[in-house]
């Protein structure tokens, strides 16, 4: 069993930051990548970061946010944040963790887990 645990979303006016954290706990062989996903109302779930941790990786955000989000990792710990700066009302959704996670051996192909979703809301 995989959890991932979210935290940090939260009301902020415009401009204004959040840090949101996501941490993975449970039957974890190895992490390949971890991210942020999105969901506004009436809207199709959408990446906004990845963290790839296998050799070779690197980020990738949206381009909505580029410039303004930034996602790092706390390896030790399993462990992602995503610290979003000069929020704008279209960032208003469900931020939603997601990790791809061989839990018991790299043979095994990795499974996607998600969390729980934490609400971002951006309003004056």
């Known amino acids: 069993q995989v959890q991932l645990v979210e935290s940090g979303g939260g009301l902020v006016q415009p401009g204004g930051s959040l840090r949101l954290s996501c941490a993975a706990s449970g039957t974890i062989f190895s992490i390949d990548a971890m991210g942020w996903y999105r969901q506004a109302p009436g809207k199709e779930r959408e990446l906004v970061a990845t963290?790839?941790?296998?050799?070779?990786?690197?980020?990738n955000y949206a381009d909505s946010v580029k410039g303004r989000f930034t996602i790092s990792r706390d390896n030790a710990k399993n462990r992602v944040y995503l610290q979003m700066n000069s929020l704008e009302p279209e960032d208003t959704a469900v931020y939603y963790c997601n990790a791809k996670i061989r839990p018991y051996s790299i043979l095994y192909n990795p499974n996607d887990y998600w969390g729980q979703g934490t609400q971002v809301t951006v309003s004056s």
């Open positions: 963290f790839t941790f296998t050799t070779g990786g690197g980020t």
